[in-house]
């Protein structure tokens, strides 16, 4: 039985690939209905959206098309699941305070549906206190998010802000009518991911070859398991999927700070990321000069996550990283017991098809029972799959 998507378009450059959202929804065999706002119909005509979608499109409140029925109330009914894309500034703080005074803000006001948001607006105005207060009101309501992807905006700025392609917001969708089992429902996991970079001066910084690949599969796979899911991430250029929240932070300071704050409401913590170990001592505020001989930096340590975590972890699961060159079981298992942790997942960096760039990884799973398990090359997904399906069983034990 087909799913029926209401796809809500709001007023910005990014119409045009509402019109593309539209077309490639139905392709995937969905009934489609389009309400717009008054501002969209100024990028691109109701007529596209009902060519594409074959179906009426909505935009006027007081103009009932069938009078069995209020139209609102009956697109609020009908719908499965409810796409606002693009998402302006605008109609994200509407929907955050309340403010229904069109037809997209009132049908929205009385759905019962999933209601996913993809916001699409200039890399300035996304950063913005207000949308950003915005955007957390509602994640707190039920909304979420389909993360806006980085490039080239239609203002000229390059950054975030760029509303995601429609083949990835279809393929979310599809995802979402076909979930795995919801072996980890009711499960809160916080999954951290990617590098830290550790300021030298202005322009300069210590980072890794870190690409965060990893700790974004394990978060999408866990969100398809039925966890709620947190990701705390350092620098990367990644999108995650639906029912993730992202937090994104720069250095290793930033990413412990939040990490506690969000460790007691967790369940399980799974750290992926590759964090700095030292941070120079002094950083700059002005970009240091070239000088005649060698440069000497001092460098100090930053705060141990996971063995901070390890320490006052009572009745949650930790679950830690490995990437060694050599020796790789070996320091899997002093990590496994210096940090007091109940799983890790190690792996030999230099082997081919491990690397941290790349798509796929192989890696051992070093339990606390002593127990060893191998996994062939896998792609990351499956990996973090792998780990998922262990991390379940191990919480079932520990309860």
């Known amino acids: 039985m087909k799913k029926n998507i209401l796809l809500c378009v709001s007023g910005g450059i990014a119409v045009y690939k509402a019109a593309a959202l539209t077309s490639k929804l139905v392709q995937a065999n969905f009934n489609v209905k389009v309400i717009m706002t008054e501002s969209a119909t100024e990028f691109v005509t109701p007529l596209t959206f009902q060519a594409l979608s074959r179906n009426p499109v909505y935009t006027d409140t007081f103009d009932e098309k069938d009078a069995n029925v209020i139209a609102h109330i009956d697109l609020a009914d009908w719908a499965d699941i ?59 309501d039920g909304y979420r998010f389909v993360e806006p992807s980085e490039g080239y905006l239609a203002c000229g700025y390059v950054g975030k802000g760029r ?7 279809t393929s979310l969708v599809v995802d979402h009518f076909t979930l795995p089992e919801q072996r980890l429902k009711g499960l809160s996991i916080l999954v951290t991911a990617g590098p830290t970079r550790e300021k030298l001066d202005p322009v300069r910084f210590f980072s890794n070859s870190s690409s965060g690949k990893m700790g974004f599969a394990i978060a999408e796979q866990a969100a398809k398991l039925g966890a709620d899911v947190t990701l705390v991430t350092g620098p990367t250029h990644l999108s995650t999927a639906m029912n993730v929240k992202v937090v994104r932070v720069e250095s290793a300071e930033e990413m412990y700070h939040e990490v506690m704050e969000h460790f007691p409401k967790m369940d399980i913590v799974i750290k992926s990321a590759a964090v700095s170990d030292y941070r120079p001592v002094h950083a700059a505020d002005h970009k240091m000069k070239k000088q005649e001989g060698p440069l000497i930096l001092e460098f100090e340590r930053t705060t141990d996550i996971l063995g901070t975590l390890g320490t006052m972890k009572e009745d949650k699961l930790l679950v830690g990283f490995a990437a060694e060159t050599d020796h790789v079981e070996e320091y899997a298992r002093r990590k496994l017991d210096g940090k007091n942790l109940d799983l890790v997942v190690a792996n030999n960096v230099n082997e081919e098809g491990a690397g941290f760039q790349g798509d796929t990884n192989i890696v051992t799973l070093v339990g606390k029972d002593n127990s060893v398990k191998k996994l062939p090359i896998l792609s990351k997904k499956e990996v973090a799959l792998e780990i998922l399906v262990e991390v379940e069983k191990l919480w079932r034990e520990k309860q």
């Open 82 to 140: 409810v796409i606002v894309a693009p998402a302006t500034a605008n109609i994200i703080g509407k929907l955050a305070n309340g403010i229904v005074d069109d037809m997209l803000t009132t049908t929205i006001s009385a759905t019962r549906a999933p209601v996913w948001v993809a916001p699409a607006m200039n890399v300035h105005m996304y950063e913005n206190a207000a949308v950003k207060r915005n955007i957390e009101i509602l994640y707190n």
């Open 163 to 169: 509303l995601e392609e429609p083949e990835k917001i």
